[in-house]
């Protein structure tokens, strides 16, 4: 079973950044939808953002402005930059990984996102 792995996260203050990655050597993102999700304490799973095959990039509103996702196909991992973080982003963060022309679809365990004074 293939099992994405997401690293970068952390304890910061609020106007912090963070930069969060996403990988797996078995799976090669280029042919990969990525979606980041994340799920604060007694809320359910929300999405945060999408990078497509072409780069394509679509951000919630809650981080739009304030996140930015991407490709390093170099080193087949996905980012996420998250500048200006506010405590309400605090919450676990999710990658996941829908195939283009299968239906593979890969998740990670997730990592903790903390944003306090």
């Known amino acids: 079973q293939v099992q994405l792995q997401e690293s970068g996260g952390g304890l910061v203050q609020p106007g912090g950044s963070l930069t969060l990655s996403c990988a797996a050597p078995e799976v090669n993102f280029a042919v990969y939808v990525v979606f980041w999700y994340r799920q604060a304490p007694g809320k359910e799973r929300e999405w945060v953002s999408t990078v497509t095959k072409s780069d394509d990039h679509k951000y919630s509103d809650s981080v739009k402005g304030r996140f930015i996702v991407g490709r390093d196909n170099a080193a087949n991992t996905v980012f996420m930059r998250m500048n200006n973080l506010k405590p309400e982003d605090t919450a676990v963060y999710y990658c996941?990984?829908?195939?283009?022309?299968?239906?593979?679809?890969?998740w990670g365990q997730g990592t903790q996102v903390t944003v306090s004074s």
């Open positions: 996941n990984a829908r195939g283009i022309y299968n239906d593979n679809v890969y």
